[in-house]
């Protein structure tokens, strides 16, 4: 296990952590405010994410999908336990938290998110007796294989983009080298040709 997924997993397991202690400290009463706060985090990431001077920097841009997954999961397991918990309606959105995961973080961290959810809800589940109940909370395991995949091929997709874009530019930037240097002793046809490969080169960037 690579550092950066070891950490993605930690993060993923904190939320579950702090709603655990949320509930055994019976700080219920203030579960609402703290919604508040956390929708406002939300927002404040979501918008810092469309800074280009934000985004360009990749320490910075992984932080911010840090604390946004941190951010909406927490988020999710409060509404989830203020709302009646394993029969609160807003379940379903553990799945979607699932796939979000899998898509901004590494992909192998929705396991850790699984091991979560199980933690967090089986006992419950299992305590009341309920066949249904336990059920539903056993079909996060079902999710968990598919949001794996479809996550690690959004993320191979992007690698080989920003591989096209890194060979585009250094071709762009060899024919324009090219031309610069010798330009009286290209003919025109060749010097189409260097412009014609530098606006290929700027297609395949974008």
Request: charged residues 20%; aromatic residues 10%; hydrophobic residues 50%.
């Amino acid at each position: 296990m690579t550092a950066k997924m070891a950490s993605h997993s930690v993060i993923v397991l904190l939320p579950f952590l702090f709603i655990f202690m949320w509930e055994a400290l019976g700080l219920e009463g203030l579960t609402v405010p703290l919604i508040g706060i956390l929708i406002l985090l939300a927002l404040i990431a979501t918008r810092s994410k469309r800074h280009p001077q934000l985004t360009e920097n990749q320490k910075l841009s992984s932080l911010q999908d840090e604390l946004s997954m941190f951010t909406a999961t927490t988020l999710v397991l409060l509404l989830i336990f203020s709302t009646g918990e394993l029969t609160s309606p807003l379940f379903f959105l553990l799945y979607f938290i699932a796939f979000a995961l899998s898509f901004t973080l590494t992909p192998s961290s929705v396991f850790s998110y699984c091991i979560g959810v199980l933690i967090l809800f089986l006992p419950s589940a299992i305590e009341k007796e309920s066949f249904d109940l336990i059920l539903k909370t056993l079909s996060i395991m079902l999710i968990t294989p598919l949001a794996y995949f479809f996550g690690k091929e959004i993320k191979e997709r992007e690698r080989d983009k920003e591989q096209t874009k890194d060979i585009a530019e250094s071709i762009e930037k060899e024919a324009e080298n090219i031309l610069t240097q010798n330009e009286t002793n290209l003919s025109e046809q060749e010097q189409a040709n260097l412009i014609d490969i530098m606006k290929k080169s700027e297609q395949l960037k974008s």
